[in-house]
């Protein structure tokens, strides 16, 4: 009980340090809410009756407030989401960046040039080969030639 009346008289006493600073801005609301009260007051007043002739509207009101705080809710998830996922790939970019440093560093640029033809060239060979391959399977299979027990093209022959 003491905590809670040291707290009151703290807070007392902080509003009445914050007053002369507050005032314009309390005074401006209360101007404000003074000149706007007699034009909204009509307007409320028939949002209330219209609410209590039909409960229907409260319910599809009540149903689009939680439609919009499941659409808010899924936002901040797709942003959560997206922060990590971005996070992760700029990371993935850097350390690929400093592999690639510390490679060319370790082994010389000519060295390093040389590894990356050859792996191009094995790549190029294989996906050539499979190409060819896969070119195979179709022309036989506009010729009409019946792939043995009925199966398709890649079960056929693997590798």
């Known amino acids: 009980m003491d905590l809670l009346h040291d707290l009151t008289f703290e807070m007392l006493r902080f509003y009445h340090a914050s007053e002369p600073y507050t005032k314009p801005l309390t005074k ?4 404000m809410k003074n000149e706007t009260y007699p034009l909204v007051l009509p307007y409320m007043n028939r949002l209330a009756v219209l609410a209590q002739d039909s409960p229907a509207i409260i319910t599809v009101g009540i149903f689009l407030l939680i439609l919009l705080i499941a659409l808010q ?5 797709k942003r959560v989401m997206m922060f990590w996922f971005r996070l992760v790939m700029r990371l993935i970019f850097w350390g690929v960046v400093a592999l690639v440093i510390s490679v060319v560093m370790q ?3 000519g060295r390093t040039v ?4 050859g792996w191009g060239e094995e ?4 996906w050539w080969r499979e190409y060819e391959r896969w070119e195979g ?3 036989q299979q506009q010729r009409g030639v019946q792939q043995p027990f009925g199966r ?3 079960e056929t022959s693997w590798r």
């Not at 401006?28 to 101007?31: A, G, K, Q, S, Y």
């Not at 809710?73 to 998830?77: E, G, N, S, T």
């Not at 040389?114 to 033809?117: P, T």
């Open 28 to 31: 401006l609301l209360v101007t």
């Open 73 to 77: 809710i899924l936002a901040v998830m």
């Open 107 to 109: 082994r010389g640029v």
């Open 114 to 117: 040389e590894d990356i033809m």
């Open 123 to 126: 790549l190029s060979t294989v």
């Open 137 to 139: 399977y179709q022309k």
């Open 152 to 154: 398709g093209n890649a």
